[in-house]
């Protein structure tokens, strides 16, 4: 079984609608991240969680919240989904050396 | 603050031929480097990592890179690259293993005939 799943794989919506993408992880890491990625843009970070009680906003958090649930839980949510928030998006959890591992990816379309 | 700069956006390297993809990063006390795998489709994979010590760091799939702190490079190296081997690769540069990562934009590498 993959260390670190997210779910929905694919998403497609519509403009203003609520969208949440979930991500759970087996690594028992404490450190938790969401990044978009854009074509030529590489990988943006949106929020990060160093634990559960800890929450920070990454590069570009706007338009975007996340809750983590449990040690394994760091969910990722668009309030009122817009065109430009069609990207690619990663979960990742790290260790104490930073070394990070990555989810397989929700491709999130909003039309 | 650290950054991390891919020169080559696209690289096309012969199957068979060595490579090298280049990545410079700028921090102030001693990085901790990564270099990361993305085949289409696919999350993110760790090829290798330098934290400290031995210069010239192994890693899985026949890469190697190596750190010049006079440099501030961190280039990976293969010596002779298969078909499998087409993906975007990324380096990052953390710190003090407490931190985010900063990635590079990635190259993408092609590999012909």
């Known amino acids: 079984d993959a260390d670190v799943t997210q779910t929905p794989r694919n998403r497609i919506t519509k403009t203003g609608k609520r969208i949440m993408l979930e991500c759970s992880q087996t690594?028992?890491?404490?450190?938790m991240y969401w990044y978009r990625q854009d074509p030529g843009l590489g990988l943006q970070l949106i929020y990060y969680?160093?634990?559960?009680?800890?929450?920070n906003k990454g590069e570009i958090s706007d338009g975007y919240s996340v809750s983590r649930q449990a040690q394994a839980k760091f969910s990722l949510s668009l309030e009122s989904a817009i065109p430009n928030q069609t990207a690619l998006y990663f979960c990742?959890?790290?260790?104490?050396?930073?070394?990070?591992?990555f989810g397989p990816g929700t491709r999130l379309t909003v039309l | 603050a650290q950054s991390v700069t891919q020169p080559d956006i696209h690289i096309t390297v012969s199957e068979g031929a060595s490579l090298e993809l280049r990545c410079n990063y700028s921090?102030?006390?001693?990085?901790?480097l990564f270099w990361y795998v993305q085949s289409p489709g696919q999350g993110l994979q760790l090829l290798l990592k330098?934290?400290?010590?031995?210069?010239l760091v192994q890693g899985i799939k026949g890469f190697e890179a190596e750190f010049k702190r006079s440099q501030s490079s961190f280039n990976l190296r293969k010596p002779s690259v298969h078909w499998s081997d087409a993906a975007e690769y990324f380096c990052?540069?953390?710190?003090?293993?407490?931190?985010?990562?900063?990635f590079g934009k990635g190259t993408m590498l092609l590999v012909s005939p």
């Open positions: 921090y102030g006390a001693t990085p901790y």
């Open positions: 969680s160093f634990d559960v009680k800890d929450i």
């Open positions: 990052a540069v953390g710190n003090s293993g407490y931190s985010t990562l900063t």
């Open positions: 690594k028992g890491h404490d450190r």
């Open positions: 990742a959890t790290s260790d104490s050396t930073d070394t990070q591992y």
């Open positions: 330098y934290f400290s010590g031995d210069t």
